[in-house]
């Protein structure tokens, strides 16, 4: 993997390296949210219905480096579904690395459901070694959130028909999870960007071209822009990782 910029041949970067490029800012307590997704060049968020087929193993790199910096990853009850989400994985060397800044050994996943339709003997309860933590709404049936602290989950009530992405932050914020790292799905990424709470978005351009029908990294119900700029761009077999942060 390399640095494209205005030195294009550069040694092959470490992780190290990555760990370096991707840090988060010092915090003052306030999230940091960080999105991270992967796309094809034609703009599809999945191919055969997942992300999977677009990943590659640049891309898979840096996608545990950015889990290995955040707090805690932060997802919508339809990706957990569709991606069969368990909780992270990660390493002994890892994990001295993240005791090394102050963090716990393994960032737990916080999911965002407005009704807590998240089935409590899924792989996110079943094979994880951190409880998951479900942010919902005052809606939620009362039965299906019993069943989901029984599983072990923290639920989290931040909304009254609806998760309020600002409400989520700050009671992730409250427990000290401040580096937020989101791996989507569409429609949370949308409402994040509509709350103007998105402070830098990760994307890996994988060099297909797809088609078909599916849809695009963020969705929401309004239009909304939020002005970035590109802070690098890594080039790994063809796939191109960009890291775009806030303009100030």
């Known amino acids: 993997m390399h640095r494209l910029g205005r030195e294009t041949e550069q040694t092959e970067l470490t992780e ?16 940091w949210v960080r999105a991270n ?6 703009g599809a968020v999945s191919l055969d219905g997942t ?13 545990g480096v950015l889990r290995e910096l955040c707090d805690v990853v ?7 579904r569709e991606e069969d989400y368990r909780g992270v994985r990660t390493s002994q060397r890892r994990r001295t690395a993240r005791h090394g800044r102050g963090q716990s050994d393994v960032p737990p996943v916080a999911v965002v459901t407005s009704r807590a339709r998240i089935d ?19 809606d939620a049936d009362p039965g ?8 072990g989950a923290e639920v989290l009530v931040v909304g009254e028909d609806r998760v309020d992405p600002a409400q989520a932050l700050e009671a992730l914020a409250q427990r000290g999870l401040v580096r937020v ?25 994988a060099p297909l071209a797809v088609a078909g029908g599916a849809g ?25 990782m960009t890291r775009w942060v806030r303009r100030t």
């Open 16 to 31: 190290d390296d990555l760990r370096a490029l991707y840090a988060y800012p010092e915090l003052d307590g306030t999230p």
């Open 37 to 42: 997704f992967v796309s094809s060049v034609d």
């Open 51 to 63: 992300s999977e087929g677009l990943s590659s193993p640049g891309d898979k790199q840096v996608f």
């Open 74 to 80: 932060l997802v919508g009850a339809g990706t957990v």
């Open 120 to 138: 409590p003997t899924s792989a996110l309860f079943t094979d994880t070694s951190v409880a998951p933590i479900i942010l919902t709404t005052e």
């Open 144 to 151: 299906r959130t019993r069943a989901l602290q029984s599983a």
């Open 181 to 205: 790292l989101c791996e989507g799905g569409p429609g949370l990424f949308g409402d994040l960007l509509l709350a103007d709470l998105v402070d830098e978005v990760c994307v890996t351009t």
């Open 216 to 240: 695009r990294i963020a969705r929401s119900a309004a239009v909304t822009t939020t002005r970035l700029q590109v802070a690098h761009v890594l080039s790994d077999d063809g796939a191109l």
